[in-house]
C-alpha cells in the first residue's frame, strides 16, 4: 500500500503543472529573509495572518525563513523564482547589502508591491553620560571623532551605522573619523549599560525598556515628527534638535523579478485592503510600528531615490563598493 | 608513516593554505585596511608552528622507539562504505530541493541500508526507508511546522488525501 | 529572602499552576526532549517553532510553554551523546566525554539516570538562585566587556585544549582549526567577506550546529565502519536495567553537582556566553579538581554529572539578562524576547512592576517545569536506552539521515549538506589520528565571539593592548588560563615531589 501511493506520489510529483489560471491558483511561499523572531520574520508572519484570516486572500501563506548573508540568500532565492506565488518583506538592507558589494542582486531584482510600515532609530547614551543633548554628542565629535565609542548591532554599513553618520552628516560632523564598533543580538544594549560603550544607536522599540526604567538616556529619534504615544514621546527628533535629518526604516512586501501584470495588481489591492482592517491597526500598535501605505509604482521610485541617498552616504565613509 | 607526523604535516600544510588565502581578503574600506586579516593570519601561524612542534616532538619520541600509527581498518570494506557514504551525502545535497524531501530522502535512505545494512535484507531496508522518510515527513510538517521542499506541495496534499488513510490533511 | 519574594513566588505559582498553563508545560517539557534528542535540532529550533503559538495564547502561557521546551531540549539533549557519541547541541557536547563510554561499558542506564538527576539537581539550585541573586547578579555581569569577553574566551579555550597533557599540541592544532572555520564569513566588524569564494550561503559564516554534526556524529559514524562487519551483533545490548543509580555512584557525584552548578549559573548570565563553554569549563574543572583523573574520558560518572548540572544550571541563568535587563543571553531568549515584544511588552526591570504576574508566573514555572522534566525523562530514558539493541548496520544509516534533516532546519537550505559531509571526513581523519575534537567543538562554538571581542576591545582602546589588562576581572582571569594549563603540570611535579619525600 505505501510503495503503491510512493509510486504514484512521485508520479503526480512529476506532472505536477506549472500552467497558471487566474491569480492566485494555489498557496503563496512567503519568505522572512531571516531567521524566526526577528522584525522581518514577525512582520510577515502578521501579514500573511492577517491577509488569510481576513480572508483577503484565500490561498495559504505559509511563512518560511531564508536567513543568510543579511537577507542576500533570500534575495538569490526569490530572483530565481518564476512563480509569482513568492512574495517576501525587505527593508533598507535589500539597498544595503547591494551598496556594500554583499551581493550584485539589488531592488531591481525583486518586485516591489507595498510599502507598509515605518520605523525609526534612537540614539541612546548611559543615564551618567556627560551628553545631555544629541548637540552635545556631536559637538564632541567635531572636537575629537575618537572621543565618542558608538556601537550597534551588525555590520557597518548596516542599517544602524548608517541611521547614525546620516544624522552626523547633516550636523556638519566629518562621519569618517567615527568609531564604530559593531556588536550582535543583545551583547551592544548590555555594553552600553555597562559603560563600554558611549552611544548606542538602534531602533526605537530596543530602548523603551530601559528608558522606563530610567537606566538609559535617549537623545533623540530619527522620525519626522514627535512619536505620539509611551515613553518615547518624551524624546526630540533630530530636527527640533535642530539637525536637519530624518532616517526611516521602511518594511515593504516584494514578489518575484517581473512579476506579471496581474498578480502584481492583485497582490497591492490585498495589501491595501489590509492595511484598512482594524486588525492590522491593532497589530501596528502593539509593536510600535508607524503604519503606512505606498502603492507598487510609488515604492518603486522612492526606492530608486533611497537608493542614490544611501549610496552617496556609503561613499563619503568609504564603504561603498560593487560586487564583481 | 608515523601517526603524529601525518598531523604534523596536515597542519603545517592547513596553515599555510589558510595564510595564502587570508592574504587574498580583501583590504577593510573602514578602519584599518588590515584589522580583519590579524586574526585569521595569527591563527594561520599557530597552525604552522605547532605542526613544527608535533613534528618534533614526534621525532623525539620516535627515537626513543615509541611508534603509534593510525589504526588499519579491521574490515577491508569500510574504505567502500566511507566513500560510498560521502559520495550519496553529497548527492542527497543537490537532489535536496529540486527533487523535494520525500523522492531524495526515499532514494537516499534506500541506497544507504542497501550499502550498510547490505543489498540482501532489501526487504527491511525498504520497510525502514518507507518508515523513516514517511515518520519523520508527517512530524516535521504536521507537528512541528517545518515546511520541507517539495515538488508541488498541493498535489502531494491532494493525492494524500485522494489515498485516504483518514488523515486530515487541511 | 524577604516576604516580598515570597509573596510573588506565591503569585507566581499559582499562575503556573493554572491546569491550561500547566498542561502546556507537560507538552512543552515533552516536546522539548524530543527535540533536543534529535540532531541538530535544540532548543531555539524548538522556541522557533513554537512562536507561531504566541498568536493565538494568553502571554504568560505561551512564555512558560517556551520555557519548558527550552529546558525540556536541555535535558534531552545529552541522550544521543550517551546512547550514540552524536550531540544533538554544543551543550551536550561535555557528556559524550563519559557519558558514551558509560554506555559502552553497558552502564547507559546509569549514565541517563545521572544526567537527569543531575539536570534536575541543576536546574533547581538555579531557580532558587534567580529568585534570590537575579538583579546583582545581572548588575555584575554588565561589567564584562569586550575585553573582558576576550579573556573568558581564552581561558575556557586553554582549559579545554589543556585537557589532556599528553595531547596538548594535538588539542591546540585541533582548537586553531578551530578557530580557522569560524573566519568564515562577512566580518562583523568590517563586512569584508572572508572565505566566502563567491557563496551567498557562506556569508553568515558556518553554523557551529553543522560543525558538530558533521565532525562528532558523521565522523564518529565513518569511525565506526571501520568496525562494523567485524563487531556484527555481538555489539548489541539486548538486556535492559532500572534506570537509576547505585549509592556508590551517588557519593561520587553529589559534589561536582553542588560546585558545578554556580558556574553554569554565572556563565549563563553572560550575554553571549553559553551552555557549550558551561558544560565544558565544569568538565574541565571537575577533572582537575577529582582524585582520580585518570578515569576521566573513561566512564567516570561525576564527568557527566558535573557538565549535565552545569548546562541545565546555565539555561535558568540566561534568562536573568532577559527578564531583569532585557537583554537576551543566548539566541534562545533572542527569539523568547523577541515574543515578548509581539504582546507589546517591555522585557527588563520593569517587567516585575508592570506585568508581575508573567514575570513571576514564568520563574515558578521553571520549579515545576524542571520537576515535570524529570519526571518525563527516566521513563522515557527507559524507552531511549533501547536504541542500543538496534544493530549499527541500520541504526547508522537511520542518524545519517536524521542528520541531516536536523541541519536542513537550521536554515532551511540544503546548501551545508556538502560542508557537513566535508566535515565528517574531517572528524574521521581527526579520529583515525588521535586528534581530539573538543577544543574544535569549543573553538567553533566561541571563535567568532572571540575574535569580535578582541577587534572590539582593540576599537575601544583605539589600538592600546593594555584594554586586555585594564579590570581585575580580566587579570584574574588571564591567571585562572595560565594555571588552567600549568595545572597538569604542576599537580604532577607535586607527586613526584610527595613520592620523593615518602
Known amino acids: 500500500m505505501l510503495k503503491k501511493c510512493t509510486l504514484a506520489l512521485v508520479l503526480a510529483v512529476f506532472l505536477a503543472g506549472s500552467a497558471h489560471a487566474a491569480f492566485p491558483s494555489r498557496n503563496f511561499e512567503c519568505i522572512a529573509p531571516a531567521g524566526p523572531g526577528g522584525g522581518f520574520d514577525t512582520t510577515m508572519r502578521m501579514v500573511a495572518k492577517v491577509l488569510t484570516e481576513q480572508k483577503i486572500v484565500s490561498r495559504a501563506m505559509p511563512v518560511i525563513n531564508k536567513p543568510g548573508g543579511g537577507g542576500g540568500v533570500a534575495l538569490a532565492y526569490i530572483n530565481a523564482k518564476k512563480d509569482p506565488h513568492t512574495i517576501a518583506v525587505y527593508s533598507p538592507p535589500l539597498l544595503l547589502i547591494n551598496l556594500t558589494g554583499q551581493t550584485e542582486l539589488s531592488y531591481k531584482n525583486v518586485t516591489p508591491l507595498a510599502m507598509l510600515i515605518n520605523d525609526f532609530g534612537a540614539f541612546a547614551v548611559p543615564k551618567d553620560s556627560p551628553y545631555k543633548t544629541i548637540g552635545d554628542l556631536f559637538d564632541a565629535l567635531k572636537k575629537d571623532p575618537k572621543s565618542v565609542k558608538l556601537g550597534g548591532t551588525s555590520s557597518p554599513g548596516s542599517m544602524d551605522h548608517i541611521q547614525f553618520l546620516h544624522a552626523a552628516k547633516a550636523a556638519g560632523v566629518d562621519v569618517k573619523g567615527i568609531t564604530y564598533i559593531a556588536f550582535q543580538g543583545g551583547e551592544a544594549l548590555a555594553n552600553l549599560l555597562g559603560g563600554h560603550i558611549d552611544v548606542y544607536t538602534t531602533g526605537m522599540a530596543e530602548v523603551v525598556a530601559m528608558l522606563e526604567a530610567g537606566d538609559i538616556r535617549v537623545l533623540a529619534l530619527t522620525s519626522p515628527e514627535r512619536i505620539k504615544n509611551g515613553p518615547l514621546s518624551q524624546i526630540p527628533t533630530l530636527k527640533e534638535e535642530g539637525v536637519d535629518a530624518v532616517f526611516v526604516n521602511w518594511r515593504g512586501i516584494f514578489g518575484i523579478p517581473n512579476m506579471p501584470k496581474e498578480a502584481r495588481e492583485y497582490m497591492e489591492a490585498s495589501l491595501k485592503k489590509m492595511t484598512e482592517t482594524p486588525e492590522w491597526d491593532e497589530i501596528c500598535q502593539r509593536n510600535g510600528w508607524t503604519k503606512v501605505f505606498m502603492g507598487s509604482s510609488d515604492f518603486e521610485k522612492f526606492l530608486v531615490k533611497t537608493n542614490e541617498e544611501y549610496k552617496s552616504l556609503l561613499e563619503t565613509v568609504g564603504l561603498y563598493s560593487q560586487a564583481k | 608513516m608515523r601517526r603524529d607526523t601525518v598531523v604534523g604535516l596536515f597542519s603545517v600544510a592547513l596553515g599555510a593554505l589558510y595564510g595564502t588565502a587570508t592574504l587574498r581578503i580583501k583590504d577593510a574600506t573602514i578602519g584599518s585596511p588590515w584589522a580583519p586579516k590579524v586574526f585569521p593570519l595569527g591563527v594561520a601561524a599557530f597552525l604552522v608552528v605547532l605542526g613544527i612542534v608535533a613534528l618534533i616532538t614526534d621525532r623525539a619520541k620516535a627515537r626513543g622507539g615509541h611508534v603509534e600509527r593510525a589504526p588499519a581498518a579491521k574490515d577491508p570494506g569500510c574504505a567502500k562504505l566511507i566513500i560510498g557514504t560521502l559520495v550519496l551525502c553529497a548527492v542527497y545535497g543537490y537532489a535536496f530541493e529540486p527533487f523535494g524531501y520525500i523522492v531524495s530522502t526515499l532514494c537516499f535512505m534506500f541506497l544507504l541500508l542497501t550499502l550498510v545494512n547490505e543489498p540482501k535484507r532489501w526487504k527491511s531496508n525498504i520497510i525502514i526507508t518507507l518508515v523513516f522518510t514517511f515518520f519523520l515527513w508527517g512530524s516535521f510538517v504536521y507537528v512541528f511546522d517545518i515546511a520541507l521542499p517539495s515538488f508541488d506541495m498541493d498535489t502531494v496534499k491532494e493525492l494524500f488525501a485522494f489515498t485516504g488513510g483518514g488523515v486530515n490533511l487541511g | 529572602m524577604d516576604s516580598g519574594v515570597i509573596q510573588n513566588l506565591m503569585l507566581g505559582f499559582s499562575v503556573a499552576l493554572k491546569w491550561q498553563n500547566f498542561c502546556m508545560m507537560i507538552v512543552g517539557s515533552a516536546l522539548g526532549t524530543v527535540l533536543g534528542m534529535l540532531p541538530g535540532l535544540g532548543p531555539s529550533t524548538g522556541i522557533a517553532l513554537l512562536l507561531p503559538l504566541t498568536f493565538v495564547m494568553p502571554p504568560e502561557m505561551a512564555l512558560i510553554t517556551m520555557c519548558a521546551v527550552y529546558y525540556g531540549a536541555m535535558f534531552g539533549g545529552s541522550r544521543s551523546s550517551i546512547l550514540l557519541n552524536i550531540p544533538g547541541d554544543g551543550a551536550a557536547v561535555a557528556s559524550c566525554f563519559d557519558g558514551y563510554p558509560m554506555s559502552q561499558q553497558g552502564r547507559a ?14 536546574g533547581l539550585i538555579s531557580c532558587v538562585a534567580f529568585v534570590v541573586v537575579a538583579m546583582p547578579v545581572a548588575r555584575f555581569a554588565l561589567r564584562f566587556g569586550p575585553p573582558e569577553y576576550f579573556v573568558l574566551m581564552v581561558f575556557a579555550l586553554a582549559a579545554t585544549a589543556a585537557i589532556s597533557k599528553d595531547q596538548l599540541v594535538k588539542g591546540l592544532i585541533a582548537m586553531f582549526i578551530g578557530l580557522a572555520l569560524t573566519t568564515v564569513g562577512i566580518d562583523l566588524q568590517s563586512g569584508v567577506q572572508r572565505f566566502t569564494f563567491g557563496s551567498a550561503e557562506l556569508q553568515s559564516g558556518i553554523d557551529f550546529v553543522v560543525v558538530i554534526i558533521g565532525v562528532y556524529g558523521l565522523g564518529e559514524i565513518l569511525y565506526e565502519y571501520h568496525t562494523l562487519r567485524a563487531k556484527g551483533e555481538t555489539h548489541v545490548q539486548h538486556k535492559f536495567g532500572r534506570i537509576w543509580i547505585t549509592w556508590e555512584d551517588w557519593k561520587r557525584c553529589w559534589l561536582p553537582i553542588l560546585r558545578q552548578t554556580p558556574v553554569g549559573f554565572f556563565i549563563g548570565v553572560l550575554p553571549g556566553a553559553g551552555g557549550t563553554i558551561a558544560a565544558m569549563m565544569s568538565y574541565n574543572n571537575e577533572k582537575q579538581l577529582s582524585r582520580h583523573p585518570e578515569e576521566f574520558g573513561k566512564g567516570a560518572i561525576e564527568g557527566l554529572a558535573a557538565p549535565e548540572a552545569a548546562n541545565n544550571a546555565c539555561s535558568i541563568g540566561a534568562m536573568i539578562p532577559m527578564f531583569t535587563l532585557g537583554v537576551p543571553g543566548s539566541g534562545t531568549t533572542a527569539v523568547m524576547l523577541g515574543a515578548l515584544m509581539i504582546y507589546g511588552l517591555q522585557p527588563g526591570p520593569l517587567l516585575f512592576e508592570h506585568n508581575p504576574e508573567i514575570a513571576w508566573g514564568v520563574i515558578a514555572s521553571f520549579f515545576l517545569g524542571n520537576v515535570i522534566c524529570a519526571i518525563i525523562n527516566l521513563p522515557l530514558a527507559g524507552l531511549l536506552v533501547r536504541v542500543l539493541s538496534v544493530p549499527p548496520r541500520v541504526l547508522y544509516p537511520l542518524v545519517v539521515g536524521m542528520a541531516f534533516l536536523g541541519v536542513y532546519t537550521i536554515n532551511y537550505s540544503a546548501s551545508e549538506f556538502l560542508l557537513l559531509s566535508g566535515l565528517g571526513l574531517l572528524g574521521y581523519f581527526m579520529k583515525c589520528y588521535k586528534i581530539p575534537t573538543a577544543p574544535l567543538i569549543l573553538a567553533i562554538v566561541v571563535g567568532a565571539s572571540m575574535e569580535q571581542s578582541f577587534r572590539q576591545s582593540l576599537l575601544l582602546s583605539d589600538g592600546s593592548a593594555s584594554v586586555f589588562f585594564r579590570s581585575s576581572i580580566c587579570n584574574v582571569l588571564w591567571l585562572l588560563a595560565v594555571l588552567s594549563v600549568a595545572w597538569p603540570f604542576i599537580s604532577d611535579w607535586l607527586k613526584k615531589r610527595k613520592a620523593n619525600n615518602n
Do not use: M
Not at chain 3, 109 to 122: P, R
Open chain 3, 109 to 122: 542506564e546509569a549514565a541517563l539516570a545521572i544526567s537527569a538527576i543531575a539536570s534536575f539537581i541543576g
